[in-house]
């Protein structure tokens, strides 16, 4: 099982729909979680960082179940700027320190 | 933005010959990063840096190494470049106040290499 596993997508929706993606993570010790974006041929670039309690920021919410070792991130309102590949990220203790553990990313295309 | 910039952002090389990238940052971090990107992999781990001459290995870190010298300075070299190098390499950055585990990442701009 990979460490980190993500719907590759692509995931088209139009204008305004809301969206839901999902990761699962294999290592049950993981201690942090984020969401990054990248567009297309650039650094990728934090979204959101994932808390225990699950949090918000503005259109975008982001969860975490542990007992599931699953992490969702639900855009509502999609914009065109939305458009973007969304890597889930994991960083364990142990192994490579100071490791990020990436996802392959979801891609999402948001249309007209 | 986070202040960190590579150089540089383009590079045509041949196999065999010598490489250096390099990650210099503004923001005075103490914890500093060197992944690829391929297709089909995500990014990967090369090396990362703890501190001044502090360095370690990451995942896939065989062909490359890599100096710190300065705080604001990373150094990626690939001392033979193969045709397997080619790839977009990123910079990263963290803080350390939480600890050496967990932080938030932030990216410089990638260099891609293609070795020929």
């Known amino acids: 099982r990979k460490e980190v596993e993500q719907d590759p997508g692509p995931f088209n929706v139009p204008e305004g729909a809301t969206v839901a993606f999902n990761c699962t993570y294999s290592?049950?010790?993981?201690?942090?979680f984020f969401w990054y974006r990248q567009d297309c041929r650039k650094e990728p670039k934090l979204l959101m960082s994932?808390?225990?309690s699950g949090n918000e920021d503005g259109r975008f919410t982001a969860q975490l179940n542990r007992a599931s070792q699953y992490i969702s991130l639900l855009i509502r309102d999609s914009k065109l700027s939305d458009s973007a590949t969304y890597l889930c990220?994991?960083?364990?203790?142990?192994?490579?320190?100071?490791?990020?553990?990436f996802g392959k990313g979801t891609k999402l295309s948001v249309k007209p | 933005d986070a202040g960190i910039t590579q150089s540089p952002r383009h590079k045509v090389t041949e196999t065999g010959t010598p490489v250096t990238l390099r990650c210099h940052q503004t923001e005075n971090h103490r914890y500093m990063y060197w992944y690829r990107q391929d297709p089909g992999h995500g990014l990967r781990l090369i090396h990362y840096s703890y501190g001044v001459k502090d360095t370690d290995k990451g995942e896939v870190s065989d062909g490359y190494s890599v100096s710190r010298s300065k705080t604001e300075d990373f150094l990626l070299t690939l001392e033979s470049a193969t045709s397997s190098q080619t790839s977009v390499y990123f910079c990263?950055?963290?803080?350390?106040?939480?600890?050496?585990?967990?932080?938030?990442?932030?990216f410089g701009p990638g260099t891609r290499l293609t070795v020929t």
């Open positions: 990220v994991v960083s364990n203790y142990g192994g490579s320190q100071g490791n990020l553990i």
């Open positions: 290592n049950s010790a993981s201690q942090s």
């Open positions: 994932v808390y225990s």
């Open positions: 990263a950055i963290s803080e350390s106040e939480r600890g050496r585990w967990g932080y938030e990442q932030y």
